[in-house]
């Protein structure tokens, strides 16, 4: 679940990027869509346990002037390859909880529907689609 790290210095320089090189562990990422509150969940809290630690995560995705943040959720598992509980506090109120969720997936998690549905596999190295 280790990310990289791309940088663009304001008022020019190079691109830096920060690869990280460590062995691969195991992630879970999290897409929202909203329908009572707005379309792409932002100001979404998600809170994941993951073998007795707690993860909070809030979607806020940056945007600036030729650049933004992807509009997702990411955690990262280490050597789990489970989210033992995940719970989603939406901006309307609503809250969602899920339980024992596979990592090594990217999910989509509609409001006020009963279960995630799976968008991608990910494996180490490369991405599989359902």
């Known amino acids: 679940g280790q990310m990289d790290l791309l940088v663009r210095q304001a008022g020019g320089g190079p691109l830096l990027l920060f690869e990280n090189r460590l062995p691969r ?59 033992d509980n995940l719970t989603i506090r939406w901006p309307s109120g609503e809250v969602q909880v899920f339980k024992n969720l596979k990592g090594d997936r990217h999910i989509l998690v509609e409001e006020g529907k009963s279960g995630p549905d799976a968008i991608e596999t990910i494996v180490p190295g490369r991405t599989i689609s359902p």
């Open 25 to 83: 562990k195991h992630s879970l990422q999290v897409s929202l869509r909203g329908r009572t509150s707005n379309r792409q969940g932002i100001g979404a809290r998600l809170t994941a346990i993951v073998r007795g630690q707690q993860q909070v995560r809030e979607l806020f995705p940056s945007n600036s002037f030729r650049s933004q943040a992807p509009n997702r959720v990411h955690f990262g598992l280490a050597d789990a390859e489970v989210v």
